[in-house]
């Protein structure tokens, strides 16, 4: 679910505030292991 939520967020089609609470650490964690911020955007 993690990857999906990452992805959807990439792709614009879900905010990071749309995530549910349980996946957001990790969420965020794989964002920024891709150089990314919550919004999907390059740091």
Known sequence: MV???VA???NGRRSFD???D???DAVR???E???L???G???
Do not use: H, R, S, W
Request: hydrophobic share 50%; charged share 25%; no cysteine.
């Open 3 to 5: 990857a999906l939520y």
């Open 22 to 24: 349980k996946f957001k």
């Open 29 to 31: 964690a794989d964002l």
């Open 8 to 10: 959807l967020i990439i």
């Open 18 to 20: 749309k995530v549910p």
């Open 37 to 39: 911020t919550e919004n």
């Open 41 to 43: 955007d390059p740091v």
């Open 33 to 35: 292991a891709l150089g």
